[in-house]
Nanobody
Framework: QVQLVESGGGLVQAGGSLRLSCAAF????????MAWFRQAPGKEREFVAS????????HYADSAKGRFTISRDNAKNTINLQMNSLKPEDTAVYYC???????????????????WGKGTLVTVSS
């Protein structure tokens, strides 16, 4: 069992930056690939980024490449998402997720997740 709690969301102007964090509670955090998803108003939840159990492999959606960076600290049971050059279309609720699938597995990208956080809202104003 893993409980995930996101933080760091808020209101930012276009071009700005935010850093999201996710704290994981449970004994088996390091056995999961971790990921961020997001859901914009009126849209389906979509994959943003994922990171391997060791933190050495990452995978990004095209919309996040070059602007977002995912990282994890297994000693602290945390993952982060550094978001730079934010755009209004990045406005969404961002969810932290834990998955048994590997980092680039299409099933993870499609939402194959074992545990979800409750989300944190990011609003980017133009």
């Amino acid at each position: 069992q893993v409980q995930l709690v996101e933080s760091g969301g808020g209101l930012v102007q276009a071009g700005g930056s935010l850093r999201l964090s996710c704290a994981a509670f449970g004994q088996t955090f390091s056995t999961y690939s971790m990921a961020w998803f997001r859901q914009a108003p009126g849209k389906e939840r979509e994959f943003v980024a994922s990171i391997s159990r060791s933190g050495t492999i990452t995978h990004y959606a095209d919309s996040a490449k070059g602007r977002f960076t995912i990282s994890r600290d297994n000693a602290k049971n945390t993952i982060n998402l550094q978001m730079n050059s934010l755009k209004p279309e990045d406005t969404a609720v961002y969810y932290c997720a834990a998955s048994q699938y590997t980092t680039r597995d299409p099933r993870l990208v499609a939402g194959g997740v074992d545990y979800w956080g409750k989300g944190t809202l990011v609003t980017v104003s133009s």
